[in-house]
């Protein structure tokens, strides 16, 4: 029994996904496994819009080796410790979606009922008063968690703003210390054998580049993905019809804000993702909904400072490929599927379809059960992510717009509804399948966006009222003290990490 271990291993497309893949994976091929080689065309721009992350991000940076502050440095990074949503649930309201957990649980019921709990009677006191993040993001405070789980500052967690395409220039010089070869080429053609299978890429100078292995990081147009190997694409824009954005830079304004915003508009709505050297800024909206024209109008009136390019158009279809793994190829980001940016899970699409690629990875001859639980893997995945997004969408009181209208009263996906009752009925909140979004985040969106439970979990009347008023005025105050205590973003940034002036 001998494997027919990998001899090449091809990846078409540089950008964020390219390197991203590159680097994971020539770190965990190691002692000269095989070799990696990846073409990108100087012709070919990246997106450019995933430059906020959320907290697994740290995992993968771990993982490849990176020096944290070294990484922001390059980056021009900041923290991020949620994003806050302004405009979803209502005109004039504004909720904020934390990283890290609310307060603590109580005899293993979860926070958030005893807080409904005070609330029913008679308490008026927020929520966001009994999160670490929340109140540290408020302040303008950032700080790495605590080790100590007794510590409330372990309460924290974070992710990161970066610039996208320092970032894959990063990841580059890093992959290719570890051996990963790069062509600065355009395909002009793919080569498959009979079975269907890719041979080669053609490039446009003559030469091909064979390989075991492709991975399709060509972005929307999915060159291998879908021109060569016809995988096919399921269209989510009924549930999601936002198809258009654009994206522009400022100059930053102001301190440095430890959170992405996103504010709604009639016909969509806009992201800013403060850097250390710059703002980046864009909105995504529906054409049927909204002109070009006033799209770009409503973004260049709400920026901080002075911008700094032109904006940049982008048109997409929401929704995903059928199958990412076909015969010997399998296609990350873009070429994957696409999501809009809302709770910037695009670079976590990316990282995690690497993971599961390296825990099913084949040899010459991939395994049609590995192939066929890799593609349902990524497409739960997909699922739950869109489902969550739709949320925002869905759950609103507006309707001063067509686009709202319509979002309010479309039917949504079964599995949502379910989430969304479930929730109405008693705040219950359960996980499938290892999905990305935990408790707190269906908690923050649920009732940030206006939906509250009828009543709480029972076992939440276990302890005294008295007792639990106690209590949780204690978790307050500790959590008061402790984003009082730390320092202000641009203080941490200027201490460990800040990065070199670009010029």
Known sequence: MNNQRLRKIVIVGGGTAGWMAAAAISQALKNNYCPIELIESPEIGTVGVGEATIPPIIVFNHVLGLDENEFVRQTQATFKLGIEFKNWGRQGHTYFHPFGSYGADIDMVSFHHHWLRLRANGDTTSIDEYSMPIMAARAGKFIRPATDARNVLSKMSYAFHFDAGLYAAFLRNESMKRGVVRHEAKIVSVKQREDGFIEAVRLEDGREIEGDFFIDCSGFRGLLIEQALGAGYEDWSHWLPADRAYAVPCEKAGELTPYTRSTAHAGGWQWRIPLQHRTGNGIVYSSPHCSDEEAVRTLMSNLDGKPLAEPRKLSFVTGRRKKTWVKNCVALGLASGFLEPLESTSIHLIQTAIVKLLTL??????????????????????????DFIILHYHATERDDSELWKYVRHMPIPDSLTHKIELFRSRGRVFRYDDELFAETSWVAVMMGQGIWPRNYDPLADVPSLEQLQKKLAAIRAVIQRGAQAIPTHSQFIDQHCKAAKLT
Do not use: G
């Open 361 to 386: 990875f084949p040899d010459r001859i991939p395994d049609e059960a590995d192939v066929a639980e890799y593609n349902r893997l990524v497409q739960l995945e997909y699922e739950r992510i869109r």
